[in-house]
């Protein structure tokens, strides 16, 4: 079995920084017509942070002003006030992370959209250097990445640094000395948050990367089980994914660890700093009742506001270094994000595009040269013309360049030298689009969506009624398959059509293409094995799409060859020889030898 492959790591990633102004405002593209829930959500904090201030405040009034002066009247209105503001509190902080979720949910589905809308328009040898793999990633955990900026409320950080500062404030005019010994344990509060969090965060790109191998390799098998199991594989794959698997434990742990330690000491350096105003405050408190209340003494309310305060003064700076490490997840993730949107393949835009009412149909390649990669020539000097209606047949041995003459005649790729013209004009001259639609491909390996067979064949074209699409099925007597199924045309087609059979699927793919009814017909003739019958009618299917229209057919086919009117015939990238089949069949050349090696009992 091939080795396992790395998935999640890639190159290219570096710890950024938590705050790149480019990026960020790269970001704010999407974030900006969706501001309004952001703005929103801070007024939300902002009013959230005062009664959150304000409660501390009201106990040490009660305290100092009700219970301790014996003032039992004004004690229970005061009650009902905390009461109120609690409440408040509790509306205050679920609006804000409703709006701020809004807001940032809006944005991201705005991202994923351009992301995916740019992922089309990209050319297929992009498609052919890029893991699927991580290009999905791209659309799904980097742009979660981001959904956390906005769950774990970084955007609304300032609301955070004005609390911060009001409880500041509060405490220092409540009891300078008191406040300035409470203050003690911040620095280092500050300092362990920040060292535990960047393990934290390093284990948990660890886990990142061992969660999608683990997805890749559970991804690969499962739909290679077949395979596994045919060639019993089992054992070696069980083998395989528990060493993926104890790698996730151990990066799952980890970070546990690293978090828990967090947790802990958190707690630990918050009561440390209870004891400590406990300490210092409480000696404070009982001089004040032995000397009975000096100027400047500390009352029972003001001790007691100092331990909420505080209390409530380590979240948001525990907080902090959390949101620091988000933000450079987030930063790490938006940098991937933008790199593949500057990525531009895009075909050039056509400047003054050609758009003929009716196509003829003559195909011309010109001097036409490629590879997939420059260095390695695929196609040299091809010159042919195919006239407007005839048919013509594509033969060679595998690897000739067959497929690859249609895949530059349907623009997935361009030349490198030469054109190729349609009636006439340069294919680049025309919008892909129209190019596209007025030339009908079926391909090798038929693709399937899920959906059901009507909607596989319409494939979402408006022009392509359900009416056309079950006449143009029924030409190819598909309606006799499709009898059989218990849902008949609105039976429901799995993934990649996996409940269909491989007949079924290439006449499905014929309809397609009939229904579409373009001028210009490419076909890439599938050279699977299936029964007498559906062989008669995939024959009768071939001979229906090329009907009246230019065709250029890859034929595997005899019956293919036999029916067309010129036979092309490539060797190692070059046109070798063309003529019908009789006149090449005189010749005794490569397509004789050809017609020996594969057909050799049929003809
Ligand atoms: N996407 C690709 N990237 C790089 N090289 C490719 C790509 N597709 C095909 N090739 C190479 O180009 C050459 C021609 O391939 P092509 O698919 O045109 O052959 P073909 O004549 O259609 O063969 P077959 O009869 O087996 O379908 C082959 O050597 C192949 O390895
Ligand atoms: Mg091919």
Redesign the pocket.
């Known amino acids: 079995m091939p080795p396992i492959r790395h998935h999640g790591m890639e190159p290219g990633d570096r710890p950024g920084s938590a705050f790149d102004p480019e990026l960020l405002k790269r970001l704010w593209v999407y974030i900006r017509p969706h501001q309004r829930y952001l703005w929103a959500g801070l007024g939300f904090l902002l009013m959230l942070s005062a009664s959150r201030l304000v409660l501390p405040w009201l106990v040490k009034i009660a305290i100092d002003d009700h219970l301790a002066a014996d003032d039992l009247a004004g004690y229970f209105p005061l009650l009902g006030g905390f009461l109120g503001v609690a409440l408040l509190d509790a509306v205050m902080r679920r609006s804000q992370q409703i709006a701020v979720e809004t807001g940032g949910q809006n944005a991201l589905l705005d991202l994923r959209l351009s992301l995916f809308r740019h992922l089309q328009r990209l050319p297929t040898s992009f498609f052919?250097r890029t893991p699927t793999g991580r290009l999905v990633g791209r659309v799904t955990t980097d742009v979660e990445a981001l959904q956390e900026m906005f769950s774990s409320g970084v955007v609304t950080i300032i609301g955070d640094f004005i609390f911060l500062g009001a409880t500041l404030v509060i405490l220092l005019s409540l009891h300078l000395k008191l406040a300035l010994v409470s203050l003690l344990v911040v620095p280092l509060l500050l300092f362990v948050t920040l060292f535990v969090r960047l393990r934290v965060r390093s284990a948990y790109v660890v886990m990142r990367a061992r969660l999608s191998e683990m997805n890749g390799f559970l991804h690969e098998r499962i739909s290679g089980m077949p395979v596994v199991q045919m060639f019993n594989r089992e054992a070696a794959t069980v083998k395989a994914y528990g060493g993926i698997n104890a790698g996730v434990r151990d990066a799952q742990l980890k970070s546990v660890r690293w978090e828990t330690v967090l947790s802990s000491l958190m707690e630990l350096l918050s009561s440390f700093t209870v004891a400590l105003i406990l300490w210092y405050g409480g000696g404070l408190v009982a001089e004040n009742w032995r000397t009975e209340g000096i100027e400047g003494g500390l009352t029972l309310g003001v001790l007691f506001a100092f331990i909420d305060y505080m209390q409530k003064f380590f979240q948001p700076l525990n907080d902090l270094s959390l949101k620091y490490t988000v933000m450079q997840n987030a930063m790490t993730a938006s940098r991937r994000i933008f790199d593949l949107i500057d990525v531009d393949e895009r075909l050039p835009e056509v400047e003054n595009p050609v758009r003929p009412a009716q196509v003829v149909g003559e195909i011309r390649f010109e001097g036409v040269e490629f590879g997939?990669?420059p260095e390695q020539p695929?196609l040299r000097g091809v010159d042919f013309t195919v006239a407007p209606g005839e048919k013509v047949a594509l033969v060679?041995?595998?690897?000739?360049?067959?497929?690859?003459?249609l895949k530059l005649l349907t623009r997935l790729y361009d030349p490198l030298a030469g054109r190729i013209l349609l009636d006439g004009v340069d294919i680049r001259e025309y919008e892909p689009r129209d190019l596209r639609r007025r030339i009908g491909l079926v391909p090798?390996d038929v693709f399937l969506f899920e959906g059901d067979i009507l909607e596989n064949i319409r494939l979402g074209n408006p022009e392509v009624t359900e009416e056309a699409a079950i006449a143009a099925a029924t030409r190819l007597h598909l309606d006799e398959l499709v009898a059989r199924f218990p849902g008949g045309w609105h039976e429901p087609v799995r993934e990649r059509g996996r409940n269909l059979s491989a007949g079924e699927k290439q006449l499905l793919s014929f309809a397609r293409v009939l229904a579409a009814s373009p001028r210009v017909l490419v076909l890439?003739e599938a050279t699977s094995n299936v029964d007498s019958r559906t062989e008669q009618l995939l024959q009768e299917a071939v001979h229906e799409v090329m009907q009246g229209r230019t065709s250029l057919a890859?034929a595997h086919r005899l019956s293919t060859v036999r029916d067309a009117d010129r036979i092309l015939v490539?060797h190692k990238?070059e046109l070798a020889e063309q003529g019908s089949h009789e006149q090449l069949m005189e010749q005794r050349g490569l397509y004789w030898c050809l017609v020996q090696l594969q057909y050799g009992d049929e003809v």
């Open positions: 052919d997939y990669d695929v060679g041995a595998t690897g000739a360049g067959k497929t690859t003459v090798q890439d890859i490539f990238g």
